[in-house]
Nanobody, 120 residues
């Protein structure tokens, strides 16, 4: 089995920073793209940032210049550094990853979600 476990959410004031982490574990042979999504109350889940296995990144327009996605391939971990946070960034943040298991089977997994609340 492959699991993704997120950490780092919490309450932060507007203008503050948080760093989310998501570690993949299990019978992993390789990981392809790793992504962060978020879902605010009453809204659809949206893609926030993506990083490929080669390190190429893409961001939603709403977070460009404020959020940075990175990964440590040796640790099978993806990070999301969030700066200059706004109240509209409040959401449950989910990580997502795909890849190959040691059996050769393809996998896609979601983390359990971590709540980020931006409020004074």
């Amino acid at each position: 089995q492959v699991q993704l476990v997120e950490s780092g959410g919490g309450l932060v004031q507007p203008g503050g920073s948080l760093r989310l982490s998501c570690a993949a574990s299990g019978s992993i042979f390789s990981i392809g793209a790793m992504c962060w999504y978020r879902q605010a109350p009453g809204k659809q889940r949206e893609l926030v940032a993506t990083i490929t296995s080669g390190g190429n990144t893409n961001y939603a327009d709403s977070v460009k210049g404020r959020f940075t996605i990175s990964r440590d391939n040796a640790k099978n971990t993806v990070y999301l550094q969030m700066n200059f946070l706004k109240p509209e960034d409040t959401a449950v943040y989910y990580c997502n990853a795909d890849g190959r298991r040691t059996t050769g089977a393809y996998f896609v997994r979601w983390g359990q979600g971590t709540l980020v609340t931006v409020s004074s």
